[in-house]
T-cell receptor, first 118, second 111 residues
Framework: GAVVSQHPSWVICKSGTSVKIECRSL??????MFWYRQFPKQSLMLMAT?????????EQGVEKDKFLINHASLTLSTLTVTSAHPEDSSFYIC??????????????FGPGTRLTVL | QKEVEQNSGPLSVPEGAIASLNCTYS??????FFWYRQYSGKSPELIMS????GDKEDGRFTAQLNKASQYVSLLIRDSQPSDSATYLC???????????FGKGTTLSVSS
């Protein structure tokens, strides 16, 4: 299957600071990537759909000015959590589809980034 | 509101038994269905995908889809302790769109 990486794998920051999370497709090009958030003991919740070269599409209730998404190339999408607060502490996971691959309808997930805001 | 429902469990089975996991979805027009396995602290790992009615087998795993009943299931034969994890059912309403996940069923396989 296609490989998706994320960096960093975990981060601890102070309240009020900004944190950038990178999502990369390593062996394929991804015109669309998805960002999910998962709180403890809960399922994955879609935050936004990241489209290469255009604005991201955010789900209802997700603040686009707080969660900045940039998809500047076919292999990289970034999520920046601005002015982070303790309630933003969560497990952030990205996924991507390999449209040119055999498993074009499947989504491959990155390993996730655990964010802790103090 | 598109929804995916799963029994949260925990589902406990002895080693070697068959584990049966179930999922229902709200939108009759859904097209793609997936089962992911998630170990604690890790991201989801794709186990099975199924797109048409019937059964699909892959090793010890069998996915079953019944679109008329809006029901998807996953059977795990010869369950192993390493199968202990949370199993997430995910549905895509259109090809290429984001996945909507159920809350997951926690499976515990005892040796």
């Amino acid at each position: 299957g296609a490989v998706v990486s994320q960096h960093p794998s975990w981060v601890i920051c102070k309240s009020g600071t900004s944190v950038k999370i990178e999502c990369r497709s390593l062996d394929f090009q991804a015109t669309t990537m998805f960002w999910y958030r998962q709180f403890p003991k809960q399922s994955l919740m879609l935050m936004a759909t990241s489209n290469e070269g255009s604005k991201a599409t955010y789900e209802q209730g997700v603040e686009k000015d707080k969660f900045l998404i940039n998809h500047a190339s076919l292999t990289l999408s970034t999520l920046t959590v601005t002015s982070a607060h303790p309630e933003d502490s969560s497990f952030y996971i990205c996924s991507a589809r390999d449209l040119a691959g055999r498993s074009y309808n499947e989504q491959f997930f990155g390993p996730g980034t655990r964010l802790t805001v103090l | 509101q598109k929804e995916v429902e799963q029994n949260s469990g925990p589902l406990s089975v002895p080693e070697g038994a068959i584990a049966s996991l179930n999922c229902t979805y709200s939108d009759r027009g859904s097209q793609s269905f997936f089962w992911y396995r998630q170990y604690s602290g890790k991201s989801p790992e794709l186990i099975m995908s199924i797109y048409s009615n019937g059964d699909k087998e892959d090793g010890r795993f069998t996915a079953q889809l019944n679109k008329a009943s809006q029901y998807v299931s996953l059977l795990i034969r010869d369950s192993q302790p390493s199968d202990s994890a949370t199993y997430l059912c995910a549905v895509s309403w259109q090809a290429g769109t984001a996945l909507i996940f159920g809350k997951g069923t926690t499976l515990s396989v005892s040796s």
